[in-house]
């Protein structure tokens, strides 16, 4: 690292002096400037102008240097750019003079001390007002473009970079409506915080604001934490760490509710088609909601009474019995659906939406009977990009409130859902004495501890007396 110059080194001193700064203030002072010029001198910057302490302070935090060690930085070279200006070393230091005369400060954090708080009370004395009031506002323009903006910032290339971690992992565009949202959260939270100023402590903060004034449930408070640990892990490049102090909202035990074989029926002759249908194979087969409604024909081999599903939570691929006292219905609707296709063939569209880039791949495959919608949706969807005519398949929404207009009318007081069917499905094969395992595998749980939970929806059928086995 090059010495400071001795000419300036003795200007420098002797101005410490006369504001009576603290000798452990000047040793910093010194040490700052001498940073300040190996940097210039290193990186090729002007060290007689200001624009090159914008670049000097972003450094030292990418340094991880604090706040109050960048203040110091910035008051010892605004004493250099003071000598410099003075004109009786004009002619003694061989640096390039600066062509503005304006003082840097560093712009204010909340709770953030400034220059003058964090210093002893003897630095007051060291002008940081700009001396010609002229170049004030050139010199305002100068540090709003080479300074980092600390709230206010665009999040525009974070979230762009959160679409594609998410789509490279070929997460659910559920996944990515939820994490964006959390990510929205949390920039209103930090008013818009440069990201690279982020650190674990804003997310400590959010945390225990949700938990702590919005009183959220536990599971919400957990999706906003796998939320914020994806964003700072995969875009961000950082790690939490161990977030100590963090208020947590306790997560109470979920009993689901569970629906008899009779509410069942009742509910049933509420539903007109295809929303019976539907129902049915939530509660026959245990699937979730979106299982169902993304269930394609060439997912139903009737010959071996096989329901495969593709694609479900996770990712993944399952096999199920199908039902057979509703394959007469099956057979009935698949009919409807086949004539549905050959009237769209008729009228020229473009075909069904396809997962990934499986429609390049296949040419035609979007027009085949086997990738057609088991339940598809009443009107064709017109894609904004190329005016293509597709179909899609029923809509969610659609089912969710048929089933609650339908649990009202059946007059069913229990708070009844779509998914309340996969919690009824489990539950009476459970009753039924099937194997936990076999109850495990048909709804597709990575963890046996997740079936377990169905212990609770039915009456303990395990004999409690002690006895020997030899006895039985």
């Not at 030292?60 to 960048?70: I, N, P």
């Not at 919005?214 to 914020?228: E, W």
């Amino acid at each position: 690292m090059l010495p400071i110059p001795s000419q300036l080194l003795e200007q420098f001193n002797k101005y410490l002096q006369s504001q009576k700064i603290p000798n452990n203030l000047q040793c910093a002072y010194k040490k700052w400037l001498r940073y300040y010029l190996d940097f210039c001198n290193k990186y090729k910057q002007p060290s007689g102008q200001i624009d090159s302490l914008p670049d000097f302070i972003k450094k030292l935090h990418e340094k991880k240097q604090g706040k109050q060690q960048q203040e110091e930085a910035a008051a010892a070279i605004n004493i250099y750019y003071k000598i410099l200006r003075a004109p009786a070393s004009s002619n003694k230091i061989s640096i390039h003079q600066p062509q503005s005369s304006s003082i840097y400060i560093i712009p204010q954090q909340d709770n953030a001390l400034s220059v003058h708080e964090h210093v002893s009370t003897p630095v007051q004395n060291v002008s940081i007002k700009p001396i010609f009031q002229d170049d004030k506002k050139a010199v305002e323009k100068t540090i709003a473009t080479h300074m980092v903006q600390e709230i206010g910032a665009s999040w525009k290339t974070e979230y762009s970079k959160l679409e594609d971690e998410i789509r490279v992992r070929h997460y659910s565009i559920k996944t990515l409506r939820t994490y964006k949202g959390w990510l929205q959260k949390f920039q209103t939270f930090t008013r818009s915080k440069n990201p690279e100023l982020l650190s674990s402590e804003d997310v400590k903060l959010f945390l225990t604001s949700l938990a702590v004034k919005r009183k959220v449930s536990s599971t919400t408070q957990n999706q906003a934490f796998n939320s914020l640990l994806f964003f700072y892990r995969h875009i961000l490049k950082m790690e939490f760490g161990k977030l100590d102090g963090v208020v947590r909202a306790k997560r109470k035990p979920y009993i689901p509710v569970v629906l008899s074989r009779e509410e069942i029926d009742s509910i049933l002759k509420f539903l007109e088609p295809p929303y019976d249908l539907v129902v049915k194979l939530l509660y026959g087969c245990g699937l979730r909601l979106f299982e169902c409604l993304n269930l394609r024909i060439g997912c139903f081999n009737f010959d071996t009474s096989i329901l495969t599903i593709h694609d479900g939570k996770g990712q993944k691929d399952r096999t199920v019995p199908i039902p057979e006292t509703i394959v007469p219905e099956l057979k009935v609707h698949l009919q409807s659906v086949v004539i549905l296709h050959q009237e769209d063939l008729k009228a020229g569209y473009t075909g069904t939406f396809l997962p990934s880039l499986l429609e390049k791949k296949y040419k035609n495959a979007a027009k085949e009977l086997v990738w057609q919608w088991f339940f598809p949706a009443k009107t064709l969807t017109i894609v904004p990009e190329t005016k293509e005519k597709k179909r899609y398949h029923l809509h969610e929404s659609h089912v969710q409130k048929a089933i609650k207009r339908a649990v009202s009318q059946a007059r069913i007081p229990k708070r009844a859902s779509a998914h309340t069917f996969r919690h009824s499905f489990a539950s009476h094969l459970l009753q039924a004495n099937y194997d936990i395992r076999t109850i495990q595998e048909l709804l597709g749980h990575s963890d046996i501890r997740t079936t377990m939970i169905y212990t609770h929806t039915i009456k303990s059928q395990t004999l409690k007396e002690a006895r020997s086995p030899l006895d039985f």
